[in-house]
């Protein structure tokens, strides 16, 4: 079975955090251990992954960011979805629909 833990799809963890954030304002560490926990484990998105993908949302304007104090008062950097945001993940969560559909399909015995 593959290890999920290693390795998202490209484009995946964009709508993971996009959906992660459909919940409300979040910390960096906040959202991947949200996504850790909604998975059941099955996936754990490290910093290396997490801040560039944040970045990249970011600068295509789906997510904007704002300092804050965390909940062990801290600094940290808050991120939350914008209009066109929202809107990208309803795209997204029904492309991704439509091709797990698609994949099952395939995989389906005949």
């Known amino acids: 079975m593959p290890d999920f833990k290693s390795e998202l799809l490209q484009g995946t963890l964009d709508l993971l955090i996009l959906r992660t954030l ?3 304002d979040m910390h960096g560490w906040g959202i991947a251990q949200r996504i850790q926990l909604l998975s059941r484990d099955a996936f ?3 910093q290396g992954s997490l801040y560039p993908a944040l970045h990249r949302l ?3 304007g789906w997510i904007e960011a704002e300092w ?7 600094q ?3 991120y939350g979805l914008t209009r066109t945001g ?4 309803v795209d997204e ?7 797990t559909a698609a994949v099952g399909f395939v995989l389906k015995p005949e």
């Not at 804050?68 to 801290?74: D, Y």
């Not at 929202?86 to 993940?89: F, G």
């Open 58 to 60: 970011e600068a295509q």
């Open 68 to 74: 804050g104090v965390s909940e062990n008062n801290r």
């Open 22 to 24: 459909s919940g409300g």
């Open 86 to 89: 929202k809107k990208q993940l």
């Open 44 to 46: 754990v998105v490290n």
């Open 76 to 78: 940290a950097k808050f």
């Open 93 to 99: 969560t029904e492309y991704w629909a439509r091709f």
